[in-house]
């Protein structure tokens, strides 16, 4: 076993118990904490296949700011354990089965496609995921979709500030 | 690594974002549900790039095929802040007027 299939075992392991324990914690601070180190785990599943733009971004963007955000909000509101609503026992078995015969389902469906045999993710290797590739594809091709996303961050803004406005 | 092993790991990612949906109350748990599916799904968009790459190389070694698969992933974390900051603002009003982030409070939106 190679050392790359070893940090992806790892990485994976530790990003379906953390997802698993974000559910589980009570607390809505160890939940956002949690999140924070799925978001990490799938900064080093990009790091693995070279994607080392979209490695630091999310990093920067996901677990920094989102995240910060999330958090500011939970400390503003006081939330804890004892505060936090709960759904009732039956309601969540049938969420959980419902959620279970979905990946269920999905797994059948990725085990009879037989197009994806023998067709493999090119790990650690391939330039297309560094920064010079991506940024001359976004200023040539991408630009009209990079400029309206400006547009979008500028309405979010306004939306936000007129959302959260006292009256 | 067979791209296999990536769909079962965003599967199982994403269906653990869809039991967090059902099975909690708190607003923000909700939330944070949504944006563990929406990572679920960038990465398989990555892995899926480097497996039309890897194809690709094998006829010609300078190609840039995959590179708009990186460039949605990139689009689509945009997208998540902006909806994330609009969100956030609707709970944070939620719980001004209710004192409680139950999503269950939303039920009387319907009258």
Redesign the interface.
Known sequence: MST??IL?FFL?AL??FS??M??VSKN?VH??LW?IV??FA?SG??IL???Q??AI??LI??AG??MV??LF??M??N?NAE?????HIW??L???I???C??LM??SL?RQATE?N??????LN?N??LIK??GK??FS??VV?FEI?SV??L???V???V??KKE | MPIQYYIYLCLTLFSIGIIGVLTRRNAIIVFMCIELMLNAVNLLLVAFSKMHYNTAMGVDPSTSVGVDGQLFVFFIMVVAAAEVSVGLAIIVMLYRNTHSVDINFLNRLKN
Do not use: C
């Not at chain 1, 505060?83 to 759904?87: C, H, I, R, V």
């Not at chain 1, 023998?118 to 790990?123: F, T």
């Open positions: 790359t299939e992806f994976s990003a379906i997802a698993i974000v559910l809505p939940s956002v999140l799925v978001f799938i599943h990009y296949l070279n994607a733009f979209l971004v999310n963007v996901y700011a989102i955000l999330f909000v939970i503003l509101m939330l505060t936090e609503p709960q759904k309601m969540k049938a969420g959980a419902s959620g279970g979905f990946l999905l797994v990725v994806m023998g067709r493999n993710a090119l790990m391939g297309i995921g590739n991506l594809a976004l091709d991408f979709p996303t979008l961050f309405s979010a803004m939306g936000a500030v959302i959260g």
